[in-house]
């Protein structure tokens, strides 16, 4: 059986990526076809490896039923680029770095989350304005967008 397998990408790995990880995670567990998915996350920086996930972003988690325990931010490598087969950036900076640490996108591979909603753009930062909430439907939305992309439309979480 092939495994959709995903790796969300933003600049820290501390609060939209995980936040993207453990959404996706959840909805194909609700779903009941989390055994289908293999689901990571990871940062185009090196400023936040080890780290745990951001307090505040682990805490809209919780509100939500959602544990990110144990995961550390670590960096996004060349060899991601092989082993995934979408690479999900959450902002038009995520992407650039993205194709540069990977070398180009010659299979078309990276695209944005919020590429997958009703309102293509980014998704909003929550390190600069604190807005966890914005973040937290930023990527909800996306993740469902992209659970119906990949599932077909039928399959709403």
Known sequence: MHKHRILFVCHGNICRSPMAEFVMKHLTEKADISEQYHIESAATSTEEIGNPVYPPARRKLAEHGIACKGKTARQLRADDYGRFDMLIGMDEWN???????????????????????????????PWYTGNFEATWRDVLEGCQGLL??????HVMP
């Open 95 to 125: 992407i650039r770095n993205m194709r540069r640490m990977c070398g180009g996108d010659p299979e078309d591979k990276i695209c944005k989350l919020m590429d997958f909603t009703s309102r293509p753009g980014e998704v909003a930062d």
């Open 148 to 153: 119906r992309h990949i599932e077909g439309k």
